[in-house]
């Protein structure tokens, strides 16, 4: 009696053996999945702006002094890879020389810099906005004296990991503020010589995260200033006072 109990639990076993395996091999190839995905969405967004950046070298006018247009790139391998490489640094010491496996596939954009310069045109049709889609590593983005306007900014807001934004001399309105307001470790924020008015309080009012915020030559007015300053007060607000 005892035997044949013994030779009915045999086969669960088994099958509970069976379901772990394939519950690995499973969650292996989404880990294949995964990493596969994000080196190709990073190495669309590194094509989509060199693309970019040459339409802009293509179009501007070699007499006069070239823009600020470029990117710059850093490797980050995805936690599955850089968590377990971490542990084993500390288990194993660094004579293993861990990091210097080549992680050239895991390079993503770091920092967008396409500003034109001031005082001259606005650099236009840089920014076909899809190029931004999949930059979500970027840190820093500069588009200052561009076209970029409020829906720029709708894609740019995508960029979670992004604290540092430049929108000087930019088309965005107070809608753009509501989508800026969505980046959550949004830090530094530069909004000279925009059309912003008073209604974008609210919305910035929302990014209690902010550090230093630039509002040099918008239509926010003294008491809007004041507002703000007292919503934010760990966040260092800039307005030069005009003379007139």
């Known amino acids: 009696m005892m035997q044949a109990q013994m030779f009915k639990k045999r086969p669960l076993f088994g099958e509970a053996i069976a379901v772990i395996l394939v519950l690995l091999v499973l969650l292996i190839g989404l880990i294949v999945f995964l990493d596969v995905s994000r080196t190709q969405q990073q190495h669309r967004a590194i094509q989509s702006l060199t693309s970019a950046i040459d339409r802009v070298n293509e179009t501007f006018d070699p007499d006069v002094q070239q823009p600020i247009v470029g990117f710059a790139t850093r490797i980050q391998p995805p936690w599955w890879i850089a968590g377990p490489a971490d542990v084993w640094d500390k288990i194993a010491g660094s004579r293993w020389e861990l990091r210097r496996w080549q992680w050239e596939r895991y390079r993503v954009v770091s920092h967008i810099d396409i500003c034109g310069d001031e005082g001259t045109e606005r650099i236009t049709g840089i920014l076909r906005y899809r190029a931004f889609r999949d930059c979500l590593f970027v840190s820093e983005v500069s588009l200052d004296n561009t076209d970029c306007d409020d829906n720029c900014v709708e894609w740019l807001s995508q960029m979670q990991e992004c604290y540092g934004v430049g929108l000087t001399n930019t088309l965005i309105t ?6 800026l307001a969505k980046m959550q470790n949004l830090a530094l924020l530069v909004l000279d010589r925009t059309a912003i008015t008073d209604a974008s309080i609210p919305a910035l009012a929302r990014m209690q995260q902010l550090d230093s915020l630039s509002l ?12 703000l300053k007292r919503l934010l007060p760990n966040c260092r607000i800039h307005r030069q006072i005009s003379e007139d």
Do not use: P
């Open 174 to 179: 107070d809608r753009a503020i509501d989508h």
């Open 216 to 227: 040099d030559g918008t239509n926010i007015s003294d008491r809007g200033i004041d507002e």
